[in-house]
Nanobody, 115 residues
Framework: QVQLVESGGGLVQAGGSLRLSCAVS????????MGWYRQAPGSQRELVAF???????TYADSVKGRFTISRDNAKNTMYLQMNNLKPEDTAVYYC?????????WGQGTQVTVSS
């Protein structure tokens, strides 16, 4: 059974930083396609950052230069380093893994940025 467990969310002032973690169980971490999405109240879930084939990264325009996605294969964990946070980054953040033609999602972690 594949499980994704996120951590690291919280309340931070504008300009601050947070690092989200996503621990992925079992062999699903071998996936070449994983990433982070977010959903703000009243909005659709949107892509934040994606990593393919271990090192090819894609970012939403709104977070380029501020967020960095990475993975630690030794720890089966994916990260999202978020710097210079803005109030518009406030959302529930979800990690995602595409494994054997199935989508897996974490439970979500709340990030709130105060102005």
């Amino acid at each position: 059974q594949v499980q994704l467990v996120e951590s690291g969310g919280g309340l931070v002032q504008a300009g601050g930083s947070l690092r989200l973690s996503c621990a992925v169980s079992g062999s699903a971490f071998s996936s070449n396609a994983m990433g982070w999405y977010r959903q703000a109240p009243g909005s659709q879930r949107e892509l934040v950052a994606f990593i393919r084939s271990g090192s090819l990264t894609t970012y939403a325009d709104s977070v380029k230069g501020r967020f960095t996605i990475s993975r630690d294969n030794a720890k089966n964990t994916m990260y999202l380093q978020m710097n210079n946070l803005k109030p518009e980054d406030t959302a529930v953040y979800y990690c995602y893994v595409d494994w054997k033609v199935r989508d897996y999602w974490g439970q979500g972690t709340q990030v709130t940025v105060s102005s």
